[in-house]
């Protein structure tokens, strides 16, 4: 059977387009024909930002776009400014991003690249073939990225609540901003009974991203975000303004088990392979812990079924869900218990799931124990 490659990579966002740059810096895949399929790559522009902290200095540090040791948290009957210290919370622009693998991905003799859509993924037992709009590619193995809503959408015995957002990087007409200190969430803004909260990153004293975002069942439509923040950016104080960019987006919050569609040859990654925190979102050093893991995975392993494995995070993750879809409009109360009784170091390591049993049960101790127990109850006899 002759086969096109070795590995295809379906879509290039910011998971496909990681494992594709550690391939290539790997010597060990020097060889390896890999096809990237994506009508839009590669990316040249400025399309979104990625948020994350990190207590350590790291290869991104170059092209941070800024970061802020302090962040406020604010709701209705609780604000405190928190030093994240030995934390930074750092922000990406995707251009940066993508100028960094695609010059990397360029240089590699071994990769080609489609605009094609994909159509189907179909493992065959020893072998791959990616259905496309313009034809057929037969590889080893299979990386995808395309996530399936629907699927996610039609599974009752995980709740899906909807992270989306809507940001603007805006620049006033005097000095307003402290560029030291993020907005991390403020919560002071009407709840309409669903979990909303906004952000503000400033990156100099008249320029900062304000964003909108939601845990929700359901989006809003255009002019209710547009309204949003226009009223917050009123609330504020600040008068005149311009709207120099903008990002949108939404992240599915469940603990559906994406591994399940994982089969011998074909691997789910990014958002699509689970790899966006559930009760938060955040995807980015998600994406870059979960690329080593492949890249170690493949050099000693062949069955992409062994990848994924659960752990204690995922259990917490599901009932934190399961109370924020049932109590949709606790979401500000529950976030305003968990920063008000914990340092914001305890809550990014719980959050990058580093945390000791005992640190755990400090951070699920914040939280109204009624509300947990009966939904832990409720749960219980479900999970197999």
């Not at 869900?321 to 949709?328: A, E, K, T």
Request: aromatic letters at 16%; a positive charge.
């Amino acid at each position: 059977m002759h086969l096109d490659y070795d590995y295809i990579i379906c879509g290039a966002g910011a998971s496909g387009l990681s494992l594709a740059t550690a391939l290539s810096l790997d010597p060990l895949f020097s060889k390896t024909k890999i096809l990237i399929i994506d009508p839009e790559f590669p990316k040249l522009v400025d399309d979104r930002t990625w948020c994350f902290w990190e207590e350590e200095k790291s290869s991104w540090d170059e092209m941070i776009f800024h970061s802020w040791n302090n962040v406020l948290f604010k709701s209705d009957n609780f604000s405190k400014n928190l030093s994240l210290k030995p934390f930074s919370y750092k922000m990406l622009k995707s251009k940066s991003r993508y100028n960094y693998s695609n010059q990397i991905i360029s240089k590699n003799p071994n990769i080609n690249s489609s605009k094609d859509k994909v159509l189907n993924v179909l493992d065959n037992g020893e072998y791959c073939e990616v259905k496309t709009s313009s034809g057929v590619y037969k590889s080893k193995k299979v990386f995808n990225s395309i996530l399936n809503w629907e699927l996610i959408n039609n599974t009752q015995k995980y709740p899906l609540l909807i992270q989306h957002f809507e940001g603007w990087f805006i620049e006033t007409e005097e000095d307003f901003f402290n560029t030291n200190e993020a907005t991390f969430m403020d919560f002071s803004i009407s709840q309409n009974s669903n979990t909303r909260f906004m952000y503000v990153l400033p990156f100099s004293k008249k320029e900062a991203l304000i964003e909108y975002t939601l845990f929700s069942e359901s989006q809003l439509n255009q002019k209710e975000y547009e309204d949003a923040l226009t009223g917050y950016l009123k609330g504020l104080g600040i008068g005149e303004f311009s709207i120099k960019s903008k990002e949108s987006g939404k992240i599915p919050m469940t603990v559906f088990p994406f591994e399940k569609q994982n089969s011998k040859n074909i691997l789910f990654i990014g958002t699509a392979g689970g790899w966006s925190k559930p009760s938060t979102g955040y995807t980015f050093k998600n994406i870059e812990r979960k690329t080593t893991a492949i890249v170690g995975f493949l050099k000693q392993e062949n069955n992409f079924i062994k990848f994924s494995k659960k752990n204690r995070f995922w259990y917490y993750d599901l009932i934190f869900l399961d109370v924020l879809f049932q109590n949709n409009h606790l979401g500000s109360v529950l976030f305003t218990q968990m920063f008000k009784k914990n340092s914001p170091n305890l809550i990014f390591k719980f959050l990058d799931e580093k945390t000791s049993f005992i640190e755990e049960i400090k951070i699920m101790l914040s939280f109204p124990k009624g509300i947990f127990i009966k939904t832990i109850l409720k749960r219980i006899f479900k999970i197999k």
